[in-house]
């Protein structure tokens, strides 16, 4: 089993940052990781997501504006989100995966479903104002 507790989240004005952070228990064991978001009555997105290398990858709507980070000594998955827009507004979730892949393939992955390998967090709403 893995526990991931997402905090950070909240609601800004148009234009305004938050950064929301991902607790990730039993984190050595954890080769993949990423944020993805559902908005009300539409589909899972993957956000962004961070291997084990540090590569990342991330969508084409928040590249440029999102950055996914980790820390290793506090076990712990960060995405710095700037220039929010409206569309941003959605419950994120942090995910887990104790496979290894790339960046791209994990961008993938954590939206299909929870399983044997992979986890997800609770999630966090962020919600923006125009």
């Known amino acids: 089993q893995v526990q991931l507790v997402e905090s950070g989240g909240g609601s800004v004005q148009t234009g305004g940052s938050l950064r929301l952070s991902c607790a990730v228990s039993r984190y050595v064991d954890i080769k993949s990781m990423g944020w993805f978001r559902q908005a009300s009555g539409k589909e899972r997105e993957g956000v962004a997501a961070?291997?084990?290398?540090?590569?990342?990858a991330y969508a084409d709507s928040v590249k440029g504006r999102f950055i996914i980070s980790k820390d290793n000594a506090k076990h712990t998955l960060y995405l710095q989100m700037n220039s929010l827009k409206p569309e941003d507004s959605a419950m994120y979730y942090c995910?887990?995966?104790?496979?290894?892949?790339?960046?791209?393939?994990?961008?993938?992955?954590?939206?299909?479903?929870?399983?044997?390998?992979?986890?997800w967090g609770q999630g966090t709403q962020v919600t923006v104002s125009s």
């Open positions: 961070i291997v084990s290398d540090g590569s990342t």
């Open positions: 995910a887990a995966d104790f496979r290894r892949m790339t960046a791209i393939q994990a961008l993938g992955v954590i939206v299909i479903g929870t399983g044997v390998n992979l986890y």
